[in-house]
C-alpha cells in the first residue's frame, strides 16, 4: 500500500510560480514512477508531467514544457515546480505513483487526494 499526501497548492496570479510536494509513503520502501494530473472543472484528468523512479527520466506535456519542472528527492517526495502560470493551469492536481503504461494514461496504481491550484488573472 502506498500512501500519497500533497502539498503547496493555493491562489496565485497569472504569471507567478508554485511548488507542489508529494510525499509518499509505503511499507517497503519500494520506490515508483511519479507523476502528476491535473483535472479543470467539466474536464477530463490530464497528465502534466512524471518522472522515472530514480529521476533519471521526466516526461511533460506540450501545454506545460518550458514553464514546469519536476522532480524528486530520495525519500519519494517528488516536487513540481510551476512558473509563468496562466488561468489554464488553474485545476485540482493529483499526484499519482506506479507503474503505468503508457504514462500519460490516468491509470496509475496509487493517487493523492489533490490539490487545488487557481490562478486569477
Known amino acids: 500500500q502506498v500512501q500519497l499526501v500533497e502539498s503547496g497548492g493555493g491562489l496565485v496570479q497569472a504569471g507567478g510560480s508554485m511548488r507542489l510536494s508529494c510525499a509518499a509513503s509505503?511499507?517497503?520502501?519500494?520506490?515508483?514512477?511519479m507523476g502528476w494530473f491535473r483535472q479543470a472543472p467539466g474536464k477530463e484528468r490530464e497528465f502534466v508531467a512524471a518522472t522515472s523512479w530514480n529521476g533519471g527520466a521526466s516526461w511533460y506535456a506540450d501545454s506545460v514544457k518550458g514553464r514546469f519542472t519536476i522532480s524528486r528527492d530520495a525519500k519519494n517526495t517528488v516536487y513540481l515546480e510551476m512558473n509563468s502560470l496562466n488561468t489554464e493551469d488553474t485545476g485540482v492536481y493529483y499526484c499519482?505513483?506506479?507503474?503505468?503504461?503508457?504514462?500519460?494514461?490516468?491509470?496509475?496504481?496509487?493517487w493523492g487526494q489533490g490539490t487545488q491550484v487557481t490562478v486569477s488573472s
Open positions: 499519482a505513483a506506479g507503474a503505468p503504461v503508457p504514462i500519460t494514461a490516468p491509470n496509475w496504481d496509487y
Open positions: 509505503t511499507r517497503t520502501g519500494r520506490t515508483f514512477a
